[in-house]
């Protein structure tokens, strides 16, 4: 039988110093060993919690498994938690591969489910393993919020001008608090808080001015605008220790209340005083007119009107291009612009922007897009399109291979053609020497052969997957021929088949990247011009 294996650790700390991965692969390796079974596939995730089914390498076996053409039967791991610490999880990726014909089988854990008992056992197994989970992550918790209440650091790279020291706690225990860095950067920190209150300087040129004079970041980088409102809002400047901002189930997506931050007042030195910081804070909320959140609720984000967002990207300095609106108050009104991120971040010095009308470039695009997706609707177009594109990005192996067959051919009769005179009696004394030479170098073209076969899969477009794209690509086009066009909807339609947009501005064209893919797969890529 051919299998797969699957292992993972939990921490960036175990997978560096790899506490588990070799074991776990040596363990399967001897244990398929022993059955007979062969190893065709590896999925090694490091520093991946099991948690989640937001895991590379497990998404890209799911991927693989469900393909016709699998390459293996059945998924080796060393115990089922390695596969998933979460029963929902577990129940429903092994349940999606066992409809696809591939077992999940553990090492240590070895049970069929294929009587009750073995049925029973395994869902045991998982159970104690996403309790044994669940009961770890609550009193590594707990121990974090008490460090936190203390004012000790819980980790993480401390904020500009701090740098972590460790004191020793006994019991070879540490504790890492923050003190002040550098006196530059404590200096540094002092200027941007009264640049912004008292000299009526916004982020963008403090930003700018700290970029015209060479100065760095924390990570060496330049400064933006981003960077400057965290450091106005942070409120580590003023001593005060704040953990639990954010709900790390989310990846910090979600911000808890301040009621449930764990707030430590004078846990470390303080570089500035309380009432500079509340000035800036006062500032900030004049600037934006009532503003100024250090954070925004989950949810209660604005829908954006830019449904070019995240796929447009500025054809001068590669970053993605942003929607800006400019004010209401001019005669003309209010106009939004797609304008180049990394001039919104990290101002002038970094990219010399020329923003777009949002209208006229969502107009080139909608007018180009809908005479491609409405020719892929035709017949069996989009079937041939993914076809040709398979075809024309492998004709040079297709060639290739035509070519060793050729050769191979070739070869096959001149060794024919040179046993049979030696059997005939034909043969001269440096016939047999011609014979291994011509036999040797036939092997080597067989084995270039098959290596070049393996790459070259036939292409397999699942019926279901073109009647999706073909459901989406007339949801596509209906919303885009909407008079009031619906952006919110739009957005992630767009990015199913839009991969790339950028505007030439000295050739006035807008270059649109469409590509379809499955799964990790790109079906089919093609590039089409639209003038301005």
């Not at 070259?456 to 909407?482: C, G, M, N, R, W």
């Amino acid at each position: 039988m051919k299998v797969a294996i699957y292992v993972r650790v939990s921490s960036d700390r175990q997978a560096e110093k790899e506490l588990s991965i070799p074991a776990q692969i040596k363990a399967i390796q001897q244990y398929c060993l022993e059955r007979g079974w062969i190893i065709v596939n590896e999925f090694i995730e490091k520093g991946k919690s099991a948690k989640t089914d937001d895991r590379p390498e497990f998404q890209k076996m799911i991927a693989l498994a469900k393909r016709s053409n699998r390459p293996f039967n059945a998924v080796v791991v060393h115990k089922f938690d390695r596969f998933s610490r979460k029963r929902d999880d577990h129940v429903i990726y092994k349940a999606l591969l066992n409809q696809c014909g591939v077992k999940v089988i553990s090492v240590t854990e070895q049970t069929e489910a294929e009587t009750p008992q073995d049925m029973l056992l395994e869902g045991m197994l998982e159970v104690i393993s996403e309790f044994f989970n669940a009961n770890l992550a609550t009193e590594v918790r707990k121990g974090m919020t008490q460090n936190a209440k203390q004012g000790y650091n819980n980790g993480g790279t401390p904020p500009y001008g701090y740098r972590t020291e460790h004191i020793a706690m006994g019991n070879q225990k540490t504790k890492s608090v923050w003190v002040p860095g550098p006196r530059e950067e404590v200096d540094l920190i002092r200027w941007i808080f009264n640049q912004y209150a008292y000299e009526n300087k916004g982020y963008h040129k403090i930003a700018s001015e700290l970029n015209e004079q060479k100065v760095p970041t924390q990570k060496g980088g330049t400064w933006s605008a981003s960077t400057i409102r965290a450091i106005i809002f942070n409120e580590s400047y003023i001593g005060r220790k704040v953990w639990n901002k954010q709900d790390y189930q989310t990846k910090g997506k979600k911000w808890r209340d301040r009621s449930e931050w764990i707030i430590t007042e004078n846990a470390h030195p303080a570089l500035i005083t309380k009432e500079l910081f509340e000035q800036c804070q006062t500032a900030a909320k004049q600037r934006n007119n009532g503003g100024g959140e250090t954070h925004k609720p989950f949810g209660m984000k604005r829908v954006s009107p830019f449904w070019l967002r995240g796929i447009m990207v500025c054809d001068k300095c590669g970053s993605r291009m942003v929607g800006n609106s400019t004010s209401t108050r001019t005669k003309s009104g209010g106009q939004r612009y797609y304008v180049c991120g990394g001039y919104m971040r990290k101002g002038k010095e970094y990219c010399s922007y020329v923003g777009w009308r949002k209208e006229r470039i969502e107009e080139v695009v909608t007018n180009k897009l809908r005479m491609i997706m409405l020719r892929m609707l035709m017949n069996n177009q989009l079937e041939d399109e993914i076809h040709m594109y398979h075809n024309e990005k492998n004709k040079h192996v297709i060639a290739q291979a035509s070519s060793l067959v050729a050769e191979i051919t070739f070869l096959e009769k001149r060794v024919d053609a040179i046993k049979d005179d030696i059997q005939a009696g034909k043969g001269k004394s440096f016939h047999q020497e011609m014979l291994d030479e011509m036999q040797t170098e036939l092997l080597d073209k067989k084995a270039e052969h098959k290596v070049l076969s393996v790459g070259l899969h036939k292409i397999d477009v699942p019926e279901e997957f073109i009647a999706s794209v073909k459901y989406d690509i007339q949801t596509l086009i209906s919303l885009l021929d909407d008079e009031l066009q619906n952006p919110q909807m739009i957005h992630p339609l767009i990015g199913k088949f839009v991969s790339k947009v950028r505007v030439l501005r000295e050739k006035k064209q807008v270059h649109i990247t469409v590509q379809f893919a499955n799964a990790d797969e790109v079906l089919y890529e093609k590039h089409i011009v639209a003038e301005l």
